[in-house]
């Protein structure tokens, strides 16, 4: 890390959003002389191993090229965003947008019928954001969510002050946590506890918001059914706490997963907000989505006239990314092809025989790609 960076930088509040990271980043890049080394907008859209001379033969979406003894894929396990295969998509005659693919100015919402496919981490986000602006807000849900609050409170001097003093404390608590977060360990397992001193250590980590519900409750919370089961009780419970509408609360739980077995997200008053008049939440399980007729949303059993349509339905996961672009190797035989007929086969999920020096970061079998 920078001291450099570090000493010259303030975060406004625990989780900051999208502007101020990307405002960071430029900070970053420019303490750090990154700018350089960096082409923004170059898509790539092939690479090619090139045997004779060892090297790989790299070509972007605007027709530039570069020569590599060496290439790292760093796209990330969530890149490449997954638009549904709803019959009648692309005749929708309003705004068909993806959470991951905002359109850079914004968009103005303001009066307008919205319907929001999906309640993963993305619409737990946007949610709330939106739904004070909107005429309508229809949120189409197969799979209720575990939501925790991400109790983002701003950051005084003091607070700013002491993430500097502690930041390289903070960092060997990652290196040391098994999803490498700065997080302590868990008071106990969920056996080894009272019923009281359970409530106590989920009614603390729930106030406290975030992972730390997660990651510092029970440290057999992810191996003890009872405790999984248990920790979603609780959170159930909020829920019927926060929802006015018992049949929405009830949608709004998940009855078939435990809390763990699928990534948990964390919003900002995620479930307060389907107590507004204006939105709604409809369960596409039971009554699912057949198709999107010019302007309305066709499910089984009726349908909901739109004008934007916002699809929170996240990403072609892990490989996504890697299949977007024409990786060739030995013999002619693209990645693709080779996971196409092999099957998903990597070293330590970093490499791939028959593409030398291709090295993947977050790439399929690493641990973070299999939690995520």
Not at 182 to 201: H, I, K, Q, S
Request: proline letters at 5%; aromatic letters at 10%.
């Amino acid at each position: 890390m920078s001291r450099d960076v570090i000493d010259s930088w303030d975060w406004s509040e625990r989780y900051p959003t999208g502007p101020e990271v990307r405002a960071y980043l430029q900070h970053f890049a420019t303490r750090t002389h990154l700018h350089p080394n960096i082409r923004l907008g170059s898509e790539v859209s092939g690479m090619r191993w090139n045997e004779e001379e060892s090297v790989w033969d790299v070509r972007t979406r605007s027709g530039n090229r570069y020569r590599a003894r060496r290439v790292v894929s760093a796209m990330g396990l969530l890149s490449k965003a997954y638009l549904p295969a709803i019959a009648g998509i692309d005749s929708f005659k309003g705004a068909v947008l993806h959470t991951a693919a905002w359109p850079e100015g914004g968009v103005d919402l303001r009066g307008k019928r919205v319907g929001v496919i999906g309640v993963g981490s993305s619409a737990v986000q946007l949610i709330p954001r939106i739904a004070a602006d909107v005429e309508e807000l229809v949120v189409f849900q197969r799979t209720p969510n575990y939501v925790v609050s991400a109790n983002s409170e701003k950051l005084t001097e003091q607070d700013s002050a002491e993430i500097r003093n502690r930041l390289f404390d903070y960092h060997r608590m990652c290196q040391q946590h098994p999803f490498g977060v700065a997080m302590g360990p868990p008071r106990g397992r969920f056996e080894d506890l009272t019923a009281e001193e359970r409530n106590d250590v989920l009614e603390q980590h729930w106030s406290e918001g975030g992972f730390h519900f997660i990651s510092e409750t029970f440290a057999d919370l992810s191996t003890n059914d009872d405790a999984a089961w248990a920790t979603s009780d609780f959170v159930k419970a909020k829920i019927r706490a926060t929802v006015i509408d018992p049949a929405v609360a009830e949608l709004l739980s998940a009855q078939d997963y435990p809390i763990g077995a699928k990534r948990v997200s964390t919003g900002h008053r995620f479930y307060e907000t389907f107590n507004l008049p204006n939105v709604r939440l409809v369960d596409v399980r039971s009554n699912p989505i057949r198709a999107i007729d010019g302007a309305a949303i066709v499910l089984e059993s009726g349908r909901f006239d739109l004008d934007v349509i916002i699809c929170a339905t996240g990403f072609d996961a892990l490989t996504g990314s890697l299949d977007a672009i024409d990786i060739v190797g030995r013999g002619g035989e693209s990645l693709s092809q080779v996971w196409a007929r092999d099957g998903l086969r990597t070293f330590l999920g970093m490499t791939v025989g028959g593409f030398p020096n291709f090295f993947m970061m977050l790439g399929p079998h690493t641990p973070p790609a299999t939690w995520w």
